[in-house]
């Protein structure tokens, strides 16, 4: 809901500056500010606000799991969310890090994970 209500607002930005430049009598001027706040309002929930309005908002953020690979888990560190993926022809774990933008994305490989298969040492 948060997200719609950011995208109204980028929109009613951008509807606006058409509407001030032409009654300024100059819709070239009017036609750049819209594209700079459509511009800049994209880059600001690409870079920052997407995985905000996701935490903190109930929005939405759709992430595939590669081809092959199991899904174990997924945790917020900070404003950042940590995927853990299991690859079970390598045996590896992969936890892999989603920040805002994609920009600075960690990634943690741990060898011979196993987690679908249990600990043998356990007793029932």
């Not at 953020?61 to 993926?85: C, Q, Y």
Request: glycine letters at 8%; proline letters at 4%.
């Amino acid at each position: 809901m948060v997200t719609y209500l950011y995208w109204a607002a980028v929109i009613a930005l951008v509807i606006l500056s058409l509407f001030v430049g032409s009654r300024m009598g100059s819709l070239k001027i009017g036609a750049i500010a819209a594209a700079v706040f459509f511009f800049a309002g994209w880059l600001a929930y690409y870079f920052h606000y997407e995985q905000v309005f996701v935490k903190r908002f109930g929005g939405v953020m759709r992430i595939s799991v590669p081809d092959g690979f199991r899904h174990i888990g997924a945790t917020w560190k900070e404003d950042n969310l940590w995927i853990e993926n299991y690859d079970p022809k390598t045996n590896q774990c992969i936890f892999t890090e989603y920040s805002k933008g994609n920009i600075l994305e960690g990634r943690v490989i741990i060898q011979d994970c196993n987690p679908l298969l249990g600990n043998p040492n356990t007793q029932p």
